[in-house]
């Protein structure tokens, strides 16, 4: 049940009512996951706090090297950047297939990773771009890796009063980058199965590579195994296929197995392969 609803006019005033609220404050900004939770009486009785309109979550900037998003950006936001579509190219692509237009319309970044699905789409592109976390609070700031952040399936690893206010990625211009998922429908699909992955060539030699796989995993997770066997070499298909394979095991043992197993390990080694064929090309 909601108690009450309130719209601070700064992030300053933000965090103090998130400090001092009870029932428990709630941040809400787009709401597309929050609202669903409260029609099936999923949340007790809380305040809900709107950070939809705070400027100071809305930062998009080049900066020493890194790229500041701010958690209050909205999906389409990102889609339509130009500086992301540089420099973030795995994101805007992941953001492009979030939901329905509406929803990207009003869904945040922020609220996507503190939501914490299993099969959010954002979460294995920031993993892929090294994504750094910047939480305030009352008591201060403090800066975490993603993974860090990722506590189990629908759990931030948040603490009392704090709120997700920005990432810092990895500068990507000039990298190549792919966001590919599995799903039941072409639109409005929840993720089956999502693979991000990032990559930048030398002399036709993988240089560089990044690899996330989403919904295969209690939380979207790097799979180092496949990025170590592809590292290094002037891949062809077959290599694709052993590197599927070993992402396909990876997260088995990550995951233990369950009655989708089967089709998990084939369809994560088909969608390695799918998405990392363009690798293949010299022009990549």
Same mark, same amino acid.
């Given at each position: 049940?909601?108690?009450?609803?309130?719209?601070? %006019?700064?992030?300053?005033?933000?965090?103090?009512?998130?400090? &001092?609220?009870?029932?428990?404050?709630?941040?809400?900004? /787009?709401?597309?996951?929050?609202?669903?939770?409260? %029609?099936?009486?999923? +949340?007790?009785?809380?305040?809900?706090?709107?950070?939809?309109?705070?400027?100071?979550?809305?930062?998009?900037?080049?900066?020493?090297?890194?790229?500041?998003?701010?958690?209050?950006?909205?999906?389409?936001?990102?889609?339509?950047?130009?500086?992301? &579509?540089?420099?973030?190219?795995?994101?805007?692509?992941?953001? !492009?297939? +979030?939901?329905?237009?509406?929803? #990207?319309?009003?869904?945040?970044?922020?609220?996507?990773?503190?939501?914490?699905?299993?099969?959010?789409?954002?979460?294995?592109?920031?993993?892929?771009? &090294?994504?750094?976390?910047?939480?305030? !609070? %009352?008591?201060?700031?403090?800066?975490?890796?993603?993974?860090?952040?990722?506590?189990?399936?629908?759990?931030?690893?948040?603490?009392?009063?704090?709120?997700?206010?920005?990432? +810092?990625?990895?500068?990507?211009?000039?990298?190549?980058?792919?966001?590919?998922?599995?799903?039941?429908? &072409?639109?409005?699909?929840?993720? %089956?199965?999502?693979?991000?992955?990032?990559?930048?060539?030398?002399?036709? #030699?993988?240089?560089?590579?990044?690899?996330?796989?989403?919904? /295969?995993?209690?939380?979207?997770?790097?799979?180092?195994?496949?990025?170590?066997?592809?590292?290094?070499?002037?891949?062809?298909?077959?290599?694709?296929?052993?590197?599927?394979?070993?992402?396909?095991?990876?997260?088995?043992?990550?995951? /233990?197995?369950?009655?989708?197993?089967?089709?998990?390990?084939?369809?994560?080694?088909?969608?390695?392969?799918?998405?990392?064929?363009?690798?293949?090309?010299?022009?990549?």
């Amino acid at each position: 049940m909601v108690r009450g609803y309130l719209r601070p %006019r700064s992030l300053d005033e933000a965090l103090e009512m998130l400090e &001092r609220l009870t029932p428990r404050p709630l941040p809400i900004a /787009g709401g597309t996951d929050l609202l669903v939770d409260l %029609r099936e009486g999923r +949340v007790g009785e809380c305040h809900l706090v709107d950070i939809s309109r705070l400027e100071e979550l809305k930062v998009l900037e080049r900066e020493s090297g890194k790229i500041r998003v701010g958690a209050g950006l909205t999906f389409s936001e990102i889609e339509g950047s130009e500086l992301l &579509r540089e420099s973030a190219p795995v994101l805007v692509k992941a953001s !492009s297939q +979030v939901g329905s237009l509406q929803i #990207r319309n009003v869904g945040t970044i922020g609220g996507n990773v503190a939501h914490c699905s299993p099969a959010a789409d954002t979460i294995p592109a920031l993993l892929v771009h &090294r994504a750094k976390v910047i939480l305030k !609070s %009352r008591n201060g700031s403090r800066e975490v890796g993603l993974e860090a952040l990722l506590g189990g399936p629908y759990k931030a690893l948040l603490a009392p009063g704090e709120l997700i206010t920005e990432f +810092v990625l990895e500068d990507a211009s000039h990298m190549w980058g792919e966001f590919a998922k599995i799903g039941r429908r &072409r639109e409005l699909a929840i993720a %089956r199965l999502s693979l991000a992955a990032l990559a930048r060539k030398e002399d036709g #030699r993988i240089a560089e590579l990044y690899l996330a796989l989403g919904a /295969g995993t209690p939380v979207p997770k790097r799979m180092e195994s496949a990025e170590r066997a592809l590292l290094g070499k002037c891949p062809i298909e077959e290599d694709l296929w052993e590197a599927g394979w070993l992402m396909a095991q990876e997260m088995v043992s990550v995951s /233990g197995p369950r009655p989708s197993t089967q089709y998990k390990e084939k369809a994560a080694c088909g969608l390695l392969v799918r998405t990392l064929l363009p690798l293949l090309e010299d022009g990549q």
